[in-house]
C-alpha cells in the first residue's frame, strides 16, 4: 500500500494534465449566443459524435473517472496511515 501511496501523486499529475488537454481538444459549436438561448437547434448541444470525437468524449470520461478513483484512493489511504 505504501508503494502505491507513493507513486499516486505522480499518477494524479499525469491524469489532470490528459483530462485538462481532453477537455481542451473538445470542439463547443455553441457560441454566445447559443450561451443565452440564441441561435439555430444545433446549438443545444445534442449532435451525434463520430470518429476521433466520439473516442476524445470517450476518454474524456474515462480519465475523469480515474482521477476521481485516485484521488478517493488518496484520501482513504492517507486516513489509514
Do not use: C, K, W
Amino acid at each position: 500500500m505504501d508503494t502505491v501511496l507513493a507513486v499516486l501523486p505522480y499518477i494524479q499529475v499525469t491524469l489532470s494534465i490528459l483530462l485538462i488537454a481532453a477537455v481542451l481538444l473538445q470542439q463547443s459549436d455553441a457560441g454566445v449566443g447559443g450561451a443565452f438561448g440564441g441561435g439555430d437547434n444545433f446549438s443545444a448541444g445534442f449532435h451525434t459524435r463520430r470518429g476521433f470525437e466520439r473516442i476524445l468524449f470517450i476518454s474524456t470520461i474515462i480519465i475523469g473517472i480515474l482521477f476521481t478513483l485516485s484521488a478517493l484512493v488518496a484520501l482513504i489511504g492517507n486516513s489509514v496511515r
